[in-house]
């Protein structure tokens, strides 16, 4: 039981006594102005110090807030297939390719809000709780911590107790659960659901291999943006990793990712709701051998995952740059092509000089053409 109360969302109490303390911090008059520029500057510390719980809190304040970073850093936000979700007798688990850290669960949620369907709750690495004040809004946004920086015996002891905490969620009809589908955000445009997140899901169920799996009603989703959040960043790591071999992340780089994610311009927005994996799916999944079976499951989702995501002009220049053709020239314009080239090397002109420069522009490259590539082994 206490670990479970170490991984498991806030309850109302909880979350009230922890968002009336937080409304004294010092930023939340900042946060209100951006959020509510028309109200008095006290208007955020007045409603946090009046939450009534989470769902009150999710659906006064939060879905605001969402709703004002979609407006402002954005060319507006789109969806398709909340149908898939009507057709699931009971909760869900959600299995999400991953671009930015707050946004995908977050832009999920505010879709789930305006289709009035339940809200899920979020698994999100406990690396993230380094501050209080994200540690506050996660906990009380219905977060399932995820133990991160663990040695291996304790990562499998950590996944029973999380694989045993999701299901019950899920088969008790208490909570939908939204996961993503690796660990980390996809950083080179491609993304792979791990094996050993699907393992997890398997631990925690007390029949065979196809019943664990149908009873946790899985259903792909995937979110993409027009233009990468932190995309410079992603590609700096790429390049320092493939440099030295490692990458090691400063104290508050998570912190400053998030904000990164949030003000920094997106373009487009689409998320897609993929068909939920039916049970002759899965049943097929299960003829096959040990660690075959999960890799069966794998590609269902990857392939949902997949033909989910929406490509945009900017993943078809890239996937031209990258690979000095004209292939998808058709796509977009001459002046589209400049403009691109110009955002790219603006984003790189904050580059160390000890980078390569041409290696970290085909990174950036790569990072906005590789879905193309996805979708094209797909087809």
Known sequence: MEDLENIQPYNDAEAVAALQKLARHPAVPVISKYIFPEFPIGTLKKMLMDIKGVDDFQYSIVSKAVNVVVGRSSSGFTYEGVENL????????AVSNHRDIVLDPALTQWMLMLNNVPLTEICVGSNLLANGVVETLLRSNRMITVIRGISAREVYLSSQILSRFIRSEITSGRSSVWVAQREGRTKNGLDVTEQGLLKMFDMSGTGDFKSNFKELNIVPMSISYEYEPCDYRKAREILIKQTTGEYHKKEDEDMHSILTGIRQWKGGIHLSVGAPLTDKEITHSSWYEKNDRYQAIRRILDERIISGYKLWKTNYMGYDLMTGGDKYSDKYTPEDLKKFREYTEHKLSRAE???????????????YGNPVVAKEKEA
């Not at 009507?86 to 688990?93: A, M, P, S, T, W």
């Not at 000089?353 to 990072?367: G, S, Y």
């Open 86 to 93: 009507r057709k699931i007798n009971g909760k869900f688990l």
């Open 353 to 367: 000089k000890k980078l390569d420069k041409n290696e970290l522009r085909d990174i950036f490259w790569h990072i």
